[in-house]
């Protein structure tokens, strides 16, 4: 992933020489478990263990790997040839038993749980900034929109209580993914544990903090893969619609919320009044990216036989952009909820700008509960509005000139419908369901 959406914890994760070092850390754990049935010196070990603390790896394998064309032999010649006369014990059963898919697997495994903790942590300054702007905004008042149009009325805490729900949802969904995605295998070829039993395999893995796979064929099934993509692509679909919303809410002629806008901030080259929702537009772009990432995921699930190379390929870029993105997405939003600009002025602006049409319901129900039937309500309330619509006049004064409506409702009655405290009533409710009260 290019550097511009990058941030060093997790791209640290997927560099070359953090790759090296997990499929080593895999080798030692391995020639650990095996040195006292094969007499192994520890001191040989050691040896091993110094070449994985020390210095960089990754261009010396590369240089290997054009000659042999396979990265995993390129790595164990150069650490042979670096234990030459050091280790001689180490040199011989380095990778005894093993296929590359173990090594690689497993070293994969260990990286995508590393990766999904830092998403989670990355999601906690979300959480918070949604909990507190719920909690300020609990009586903030807005029109809630369908289809774009004027709906009902809501506190814009409550649409914050919504993001923060689905927030946790995710969390919870990137929780179990980790769990899932915590196995590897060491089962050798086709992955029938033929020269060494179960027992060894997880004892092994237990050591690189890993579960064995029950049946790994030469793979870790790639379902658990897909698995995760799903929901690290669900993650950035969350703040893609979060904000896609603020995008709405911060157009000139709505003007409810606005991303933070720096000072010294340009937002255009050509017109200098301009206050852009860059921030926001740049996160649903990288969403599509990672969107665009799941189809290809999914395909790696159907391998060949007991496995074929087709996912490596894939995995190699989605797994490392998708985890970098939405890392660097959960950062870049948690700024925008610390510094984003709420008017509640032009929120009762807008709400009253359909000049009281967000009541229609109530005035609907009670036209009910006085006895009308519901089509014949419908259609007062309805005519009423249209007018309202077409006239600009007050909802509450057309419907009031209506003499079929007159007849079932007086004027305090009527008045008593428009009253915006009805609709917030089971709020305080709600919100403590979405966990921010």
């Known amino acids: 992933m290019i550097e511009r959406y990058s941030r060093p914890e997790m791209a640290a994760l997927w560099g070359p020489e953090a790759r090296i070092k997990r499929m080593l850390i895999v080798e030692l754990a391995w020639l650990e478990a095996l040195a006292p049935s ?37 790595m164990l010649q150069v650490v042979s040839d670096a234990l030459k006369g050091k280790a001689p014990k180490v040199v011989q059963y380095l990778h005894f038993g093993l296929t590359s898919s ?8 260990m990286q995508l749980v590393d990766a999904t903790t830092l998403l989670i942590a990355a999601w906690k300054p979300v959480v918070k900034a949604l909990k507190k702007l719920a909690r300020r905004h609990q009586n903030t008042w807005m029109v809630g929109r369908t289809h774009g149009v004027h709906a009902e009325p809501i506190p814009f805490g409550l649409k914050m209580a919504g993001w923060h729900a689905e927030a946790l949802r995710n969390i919870t969904r990137l929780e179990r993914v980790g769990r899932e995605i915590a196995y590897g295998n060491l089962s050798g070829a086709v992955g029938t544990c033929a020269h060494f039993p179960p027992a060894f395999e997880a004892r092994v893995l237990r050591a690189c903090g890993l579960k064995a796979e029950p049946v790994s064929t030469q793979v870790v099934p790639r379902d658990r893969h897909a698995d995760l993509f799903q929901a690290i692509a669900l993650s950035a679909a969350a ?13 000139t002629e709505v003007l409810e919320a606005e991303e933070p806008f720096g000072s010294g901030q340009k937002g255009s080259s050509a ?5 852009n929702p860059v921030l926001c537009e740049n996160l649903c772009g990288l ?3 990672i969107r665009g990432f799941t189809v290809p995921m999914l395909e790696n699930v159907a391998l060949w ?13 989605t797994l490392p952009d998708a985890t970098v993105l939405l890392h660097f997405m959960l950062h870049r939003f948690a700024r925008v909820l610390e510094g984003l600009n709420v008017y509640p002025k032009n929120m009762k602006r807008n709400l009253e700008r359909s000049h009281g049409l967000v009541f229609s319901q ?5 036209l009910i509960d006085k006895g009308l039937g519901r089509m014949e309500a ?7 509005a249209m007018e309202t619509w077409k006239t600009g006049k007050s909802f509450q004064a057309t419907l009031g000139a209506d003499p079929a409506l007159r007849r079932k409702l007086s004027a305090a009655e009527l008045e008593r419908l428009f009253d915006l405290s009805h609709y917030g009533r089971s709020i305080p409710q709600i919100m403590r369901r979405a966990g921010v009260l």
């Open 38 to 74: 094969r007499k192994i010196p520890r001191r040989e070990v050691a040896e091993l263990r110094r070449i994985i603390e020390g210095g960089p790896l990754a261009e010396k394998v590369r240089r290997k790997e054009e000659k042999s064309a396979h990265d995993v032999v390129a």
């Open 102 to 109: 173990d090594v690689l697997d497993t070293a994969l495994a």
């Open 239 to 251: 703040i893609e619609r979060f904000a896609t919303e603020i995008r709405h809410l911060q157009r």
């Open 271 to 275: 017109m200098p009044h301009k206050r």
């Open 287 to 289: 969403a599509r990216v």
């Open 305 to 317: 036989h007991e496995r074929d190379i087709t996912h490596s390929s894939v995995e190699r870029v």
């Open 362 to 366: 109530r005035v609907l129900l009670e």
């Open 378 to 384: 419908y259609d007062i309330v309805q005519r009423n």
